[in-house]
């Protein structure tokens, strides 16, 4: 046998040694599929399923109910007139911006740059770079992004610049803290200077209750795979009002039934008909009640690290979301002392079969509570706390 067949043999089965772990990491826990989206997953596998059933555009197809989900049951839990199935959050911010823009250039009367906060994602700047705009970051802040760091980052561009952003982004929650900042304060700000507004809900949409029209937002953004219970890459993408709704869903001059922000085609196989499979479970988790339990769980959580004296989150408090991110001085400690160094926590975690704080993080790192449960959550506290007495002598 070659080298080349040993090659190709490696890759026929690729072991995931993490699936029987308690996963904390904020990028997996609210995308665990249901059940009904691991049928769906084995079902709708095959790379060109869904396109099986199409006659020109996707979110049309009946059979799947791609069109019911797609104009009805979507624009109704995102809380918008118009919405599509995307390829991921990104390509929702892409698809925005890049809208904005070509409508734009026509008037005259905005510059081309974005305003976002400081804690944006990157893939909030790469979508404006692709789109040929600039990107104005709010200053960062201690713990929470202030509605006065958007007025102050508008006027200050506007003073710079002379012309308006194209458009404001706020970041619900940042990734990396889960602080939750006042979008209606922020999208109120920004439409006085008659400034459309996008939310980056790629760790809201999926988790807690989100309405884009509630909020005051113009646009929205979901991820799929992150919060939604769906195999990605897939995402979620929302619009407010007839006129924007006309701009973001052009057609092309090409083809009649193609959409040109969504190059004719986005997310399909798969990841749609998982993410469809997924949504009864994910609109009856995103209830009020059932969303106030998950912020309990992990308010209970986080003051149960915070009583040993070796945890301190950073961040709002009280905290309102699922991703937390703490200061832990008592690993880091011991990563100075042991011979495993700041790999020795990973080492100690996926010895208890708990997964999702990056290997080589000691002196701080982020975790999710979401769906775990008291019980996994005081398994998890309880492990934290064995790895601190194990080393206590050092």
């Known amino acids: ?85 995307m390829n991921g959050a990104r390509e929702s911010k892409f698809a925005v911006m890049h809208t904005l823009a070509h409508t734009a250039a026509k008037s005259g009367s905005f510059d081309n740059y974005v305003i976002m906060d400081g804690w944006a994602h990157y893939s909030s700047k790469v979508a404006a770079e692709c789109a040929g705009l600039d990107v104005v970051l709010t200053k960062k802040p201690e713990k929470e992004v202030m509605p006065e760091d958007f007025l102050n980052a508008i006027e200050t561009g506007i003073e710079e610049r002379g012309k308006k952003p194209l458009l404001t982004l706020i970041t619900y929650p940042d990734g990396n803290y889960g602080n939750l900042p006042d979008v209606k304060k922020i999208a109120q700000i920004s439409h006085e200077f008659e400034i459309p507004v996008l939310l980056n809900g790629a760790y809201a949409i999926g988790r807690m209750p989100v309405s884009a029209k509630e909020l005051g937002v113009d646009y929205i953004t979901g991820s799929g795979h992150k919060s939604m219970a769906a195999s990605g890459p897939v995402g979620v993408l929302g619009v407010c009002g007839e006129e924007a ?31 469809m499979a997924s949504f009864p479970e994910v609109v009856q988790r995103t209830r009020l009640e059932n969303w106030e339990r998950e912020v309990a769980s992990a308010q209970y959580f986080i003051k149960r690290l915070e009583d040993t004296g070796q945890f301190v989150l950073f961040g709002q408090q009280p905290h309102r979301h699922d991703v937390m991110f703490f200061e832990a001085p008592g690993f880091f400690k011991i990563s100075e002392k042991v011979k495993r160094g700041r790999y020795f926590l990973y080492d100690e975690l996926k010895e208890k079969k708990i997964h999702g704080i990056k290997p080589g993080l000691t002196k701080n790192f982020k975790m999710s509570t979401f769906g775990l449960g008291k019980d996994k959550l005081d398994y998890i506290a309880d492990s934290f706390e064995e790895i601190l007495k194990k080393y206590d002598e050092l």
């Open 245 to 275: 709704a006309a701009q973001l869903f052009r057609k092309s001059v090409h083809n009649k039934v193609k959409e040109v922000e969504l190059l004719g085609c986005t997310s399909r196989g798969a990841p749609i008909m998982t993410l």
């Open 1 to 85: 046998m070659s080298s080349n067949d040993n090659r190709l043999q490696m890759f026929q089965y690729i072991k995931r040694d993490t699936l029987d772990s308690v996963n904390i990491d904020p990028l997996q826990t609210a995308g665990l599929l249901t059940q009904a989206a691991k049928d769906a997953l084995i079902e709708w596998g095959d790379g060109y399923s869904v396109c099986d059933y199409c006659n020109g555009a996707l979110d049309l197809v009946k059979k799947p109910p791609i069109e019911e989900f797609v104009h009805k049951a979507l624009p109704e839990f995102l809380g918008t007139d118009a919405a599509r199935v």
